[in-house]
């Protein structure tokens, strides 16, 4: 056989691949849930727009409720990774500038966009009969609920858990729900609005001041 017809070797096994590849598929889920709620998200959609076959999704993925689980965890996750990676270089000795930060990580891409708010809204009420998807939004909620309570504990005032714990669940709640307002309709608020609102409740809830320079929009972006 003439060496310049041959096929060339196949390349061997790269996890780096294999993870990129898993990523894509996700992404896909995520575009599709986002776009046309979970029923759009059939595994011949997602191979679709994901420029796979569908039986390929079977290698990286028990199911299709495995795949879409995963989405979900995803969305979820992104929120606590980004708040947090937002404070990683804000000192400890200032507790009040590294919540602002963790805050304001939630109202900026990629946490607060459409799509991350779609896909939330896509399987929010799939989780009541849903155990795996149930499992996973108490999990990821408690992990994020959880470094806010942290990050209030640590603000310079007497020690007292159980306030902290109210107080974290009142702030949670705003965050929640603002980033679902900002995130799917975003050319509703000026530039920087949904922030200050977000800092001026916490703080009202809190009983403290954030800085004025916790309300920049240019802010330090993360991702």
């Given at each position: 056989?003439?060496?310049?017809?041959?096929?060339?070797?196949?390349?061997?096994?790269?996890?780096?691949?294999?993870?990129?590849?898993?990523?894509?598929?996700?992404?896909?889920?995520?575009?599709?849930?986002?776009?046309?709620?979970?029923?759009a998200?059939?595994?011949?959609?997602?191979?679709?727009?994901?420029?796979?076959?569908?039986?390929?999704?079977?290698?990286y993925?028990?199911?299709?409720?495995?795949?879409?689980?995963?989405?979900?965890?995803?969305?979820?996750?992104?929120?606590?990774?980004?708040?947090?990676?937002?404070?990683?270089?804000?000192?400890?000795?200032d507790?009040?500038?590294?919540?602002?930060?963790?805050?304001?990580?939630?109202?900026?891409?990629?946490?607060?966009?459409?799509?991350?708010?779609?896909?939330w809204?896509?399987?929010?009420?799939l989780?009541?009969?849903?155990?795996?998807?149930?499992?996973?939004?108490?999990?990821?909620?408690?992990?994020?609920?959880?470094?806010?309570?942290?990050?209030?504990?640590?603000?310079?005032?007497?020690?007292?858990?159980?306030?902290d714990?109210?107080?974290?669940?009142a702030?949670?709640?705003?965050?929640?729900?603002?980033?679902?307002?900002?995130?799917?309709?975003?050319?509703?608020?000026?530039?920087?609005?949904?922030?200050?609102?977000a800092?001026?409740?916490?703080?009202?809830?809190?009983?403290i001041?954030?800085?004025?320079?916790?309300?920049?929009?240019?802010?330090?972006?993360?991702?």
């Amino acid at each position: 056989m003439d060496p310049m017809t041959e096929r060339p070797e196949r390349r061997p096994y790269r996890r780096a691949g294999e993870e990129k590849r898993r990523e894509d598929l996700i992404a896909a889920a995520m575009e599709l849930v986002s776009e046309g709620g979970p029923e759009a998200a059939t595994v011949r959609a997602i191979a679709a727009r994901a420029g796979v076959t569908a039986g390929l999704i079977r290698h990286y993925f028990s199911s299709k409720e495995d795949l879409t689980n995963a989405a979900y965890r995803q969305v979820m996750d992104q929120m606590t990774a980004h708040a947090l990676r937002a404070i990683e270089t804000i000192p400890a000795a200032d507790p009040v500038a590294r919540l602002a930060a963790f805050i304001a990580a939630n109202f900026r891409p990629p946490v607060m966009t459409p799509v991350s708010v779609g896909v939330w809204a896509g399987y929010m009420h799939l989780g009541r009969s849903d155990p795996s998807l149930h499992e996973t939004h108490e999990a990821t909620y408690l992990g994020y609920r959880d470094r806010l309570q942290e990050l209030i504990a640590a603000l310079p005032r007497p020690a007292d858990p159980a306030r902290d714990r109210r107080e974290a669940i009142a702030c949670n709640a705003l965050i929640d729900g603002l980033w679902i307002e900002g995130g799917s309709l975003p050319d509703s608020f000026a530039e920087g609005e949904v922030l200050r609102i977000a800092l001026d409740g916490i703080a009202a809830i809190l009983g403290i001041t954030f800085p004025a320079s916790a309300y920049h929009s240019d802010q330090r972006k993360t991702g």
